[in-house]
Structure formats: structure tokens, C-alpha cells
T-cell receptor
């Protein structure tokens, strides 16, 4: 069990650019979550996948954000036309039941 | 209204002492789950303990216990025999019913003093 991995760990981009993050969950986990965490706050739910199906999205999620989990394994989160307000830690978690296992996160800085 | 409220931004505890971190929640669902996570300075969220709304006993996991008071809608985390490695941010979270969205509080920063 290698745990949840995320790539890249850090990303610096200029405003207006598109970025894509990858999450590899624990292999037998069918549930996958994306969160955003800003400084001094708890994680904020973005979206949820069960296998390859995206079953839930936060109403706060801008249409510039899109996520996929094409084969029910790894997932990608893309942010188009990044804004400075998108600067945050993006966390991925996976589970089979109620216990979520989190990855180390991708820290995005938009300049 | 906030789903999860953690009113203690920072707490200090002497090593080997017990400490209670407060959490209150807001839901109209009868079925829900409550969680506590630890986030060290390295950033990775670590699951600590879970309490289901229908569980009659308070959950315990090693030195962690959850003081669940349903009528008060509180789910406080008790850490016994604090260790220096317990210094971290602690987040309370809730999942309502059969939903998949988790709601997290703003966290409590715990510092263990030698």
C-alpha cells in the first residue's frame, strides 16, 4: 500500500494559464474526493467520484474547474484561466468506506 | 450557518496531560458521521477517529476518544497523555446522511509543551 499520491507537489503559474493536477488513489479504493484548502481554513469539498462516475460537485465550484476519473483509477483536476484566488493547496483523498486517506496535496501559486 | 464550528483557534497542553478540542455541528439529518483529522506541519491529513450518529458508545482509538453529545450537537476530541508529536492542526468534519460531501471546520492548532 503506497498511499495516495499527487503530482505535482508544487505548481507556480501565471494568471490566465491552465493547470492540471493528478491524483493516484490507493489501488482498491473506489471513492475519490478533491478538496481545496486555503491558509488558515479547513479543506473545502470540490467534487466526488465513485469509480469513474462524478457523483457530486460543490455548488461553489466554478465552471473553470473540471475533474475526470476516466478508468476509475487516477483522477485529474484541471483549472482553466487561473486566477490569483485559485492559489491554494489542492488535496485528493480516497476511500472504500467512511475513512478517507489523503494525499500530500498540490500547492498552487498563481502569480 | 456553519456546518462545523471549532471555536478554539489555538490550544496549549503540557506533555503527558489530557486535552479536549471542541467541535459543534449543525445538521437536520438523523444519520450523519463525525470525523477528526490531524494535519501536521508537513501538510498531510491523517484520519484519527469516527463517530456515527447512531453509535451509542463514544468512539475510542488508542489515546484518542470522541466525546459525543448528540443533544448538544457536540463532538469533542479528547487526547490523553499528550506527546510532543501531537502538535498539529486538528480538524473536525461531518458527512450528512448518505451524501458524499464532507464539511470541515476551521481547525484548532494544538501545541504540546515539554
Amino acid at each position: 500500500d503506497t498511499g495516495v499520491s499527487q503530482d505535482p507537489r508544487h505548481k507556480i503559474t501565471k494568471r490566465g494559464q491552465n493547470v492540471t493536477f493528478r491524483c493516484d488513489p490507493i489501488s482498491e479504493h473506489n471513492r475519490l474526493y478533491w478538496y481545496r484548502q486555503t491558509l488558515g481554513q479547513g479543506p473545502e469539498f470540490l467534487t466526488y467520484f465513485q469509480n469513474e462516475a462524478q457523483l457530486e460537485k460543490s455548488r461553489l465550484l466554478s465552471d473553470r474547474f473540471s475533474a475526470e476519473r476516466p478508468k476509475g483509477s487516477f483522477s485529474t483536476l484541471e483549472i482553466q484561466r487561473t486566477e490569483q484566488g485559485d492559489s491554494a493547496m489542492y488535496l485528493c483523498a480516497s476511500s472504500t468506506g467512511y475513512e478517507q486517506y489523503f494525499g500530500p496535496g498540490t500547492r498552487l501559486t498563481v502569480t | 450557518a456553519q456546518k462545523i464550528t471549532q471555536t478554539q483557534p489555538g490550544m496549549f497542553v503540557q506533555e503527558k496531560e489530557a486535552v479536549t478540542l471542541d467541535c459543534t455541528y449543525d445538521t437536520s439529518d438523523q444519520s450523519y458521521g463525525l470525523f477528526w483529522y490531524k494535519q501536521p506541519s508537513s501538510g498531510e491529513m491523517i484520519f484519527l477517529i469516527y463517530q456515527g450518529s447512531y453509535d451509542e458508545q463514544n468512539a475510542t482509538e488508542g489515546r484518542y476518544s470522541l466525546n459525543f453529545q448528540k443533544a448538544r450537537k457536540s463532538a469533542n476530541l479528547v487526547i490523553s497523555a499528550s506527546q510532543l508529536g501531537d502538535s498539529a492542526m486538528y480538524f473536525c468534519a461531518m458527512r450528512e446522511g448518505t451524501g458524499n460531501q464532507f464539511y470541515f471546520g476551521t481547525g484548532t492548532s494544538l501545541t504540546v509543551i515539554p
